[in-house]
């Protein structure tokens, strides 16, 4: 199915009985045709924060909780998001004995959608800790040229370009959504071994994304793609934390060596 035929964009109304064949797929393979031969594109995660869950329990009791999703970058379909955010909330009026038959029924629901296993992890709603951003942020920095959509020719080595293991980020990253056309804003971590980037040529392609119309899956493997056939690191990650949009925040990860895979992380503005 085509992500014209989604709800996305759509008005909508919210279903108030459990409804999971609301859940709609996107292929992944039609993204990553140009760079489907790079390994590292099925290597990693999409984690997703759902901030909006809530069930009733055995009494009807309303429950609430945070979730965390983690979805394997090698499944063959993604999850749209407004579909998923009109799933959740038909479990709002649906009664589970428990959290385990809750998360089993989740789980089974989002991994058939997906096409692979999905997890989800609760959380009480005041227990997701924030986190502080690691590496070297390259805001800062002044680009010696700026594109209006992705440019992988920005990408350069550093002067002195010796061997070595960094991370960089920047929260400079927006993008559109390909459908509505909303930004969607978010944090980029790059974390890269071998010769040594010009920081300053990555902030310009990291800015390049600002008019680019893409899912954040779609974006993250781009710029995946676009680092390790340019500047050809020996290993490679690219992790973006996105804001967080109608409940909802995609956090995107690839990486060269699953050794890399960090943990997933939520920042202060998300």
């Known amino acids: 199915m085509s992500v014209e035929q989604s709800l996305l964009g759509k008005d909508t109304s919210y279903p108030n ?19 489907a031969h790079i390994e590292g594109i099925q290597q990693g995660k999409d984690w997703w924060h759902i901030f909006e869950i809530s069930w009733l329990n055995s009494h009807g009791i309303p429950q609430v909780a945070i979730g965390r999703m983690s979805l394997p970058a090698s499944s063959p379909h993604l999850i749209e998001s407004k579909s998923l955010k009109l799933y959740f909330n038909s479990l709002n009026f649906h009664r589970f004995g428990n959290r385990a038959i809750f998360i089993e029924t989740v789980e089974k629901d989002l991994s058939q959608a ?35 959509h992705p440019d992988a020719g920005l990408l350069q080595y550093a002067d002195d370009p010796e061997e070595g293991d960094i991370q960089l980020y920047s929260h400079l990253l927006r993008s559109n959504c390909p459908v509505t056309g909303q930004p969607d804003w978010g944090t980029v971590f790059i974390r890269y071994q071998g010769k040594k980037p010009c920081y300053r ?9 600002r008019q680019h119309n893409g899912f954040h899956e779609q974006c993250v493997e781009q710029m995946f793609a676009d680092i390790w056939q340019h500047l050809q690191p020996e290993k490679l990650m690219v992790y973006a934390t996105y804001t967080r949009r109608g409940g909802l925040d995609i956090n995107p990860c690839r990486v ?13 503005r998300q």
Not at 122 to 130: R, S, T
Not at 201 to 209: E, F, G, N, T
């Open 256 to 268: 060269s060596d699953l050794t890399w895979m960090p943990n997933p992380i939520r920042l202060a």
């Open 114 to 148: 997906a096409g692979a296993a999905v997890k989800l992890e609760l959380f009480q709603v005041d227990a997701l800790e924030i986190s502080q951003p690691q590496g070297i942020c390259i805001d800062d920095l002044i680009p010696q040229q700026l594109k209006n």
């Open 17 to 35: 009985q459990y409804q999971p064949d609301i859940l709609f797929p996107i292929a992944r393979a039609q993204s990553r045709a140009d760079y």
């Open 201 to 209: 040529s990555v902030l310009a392609y990291i800015i390049s994304y």
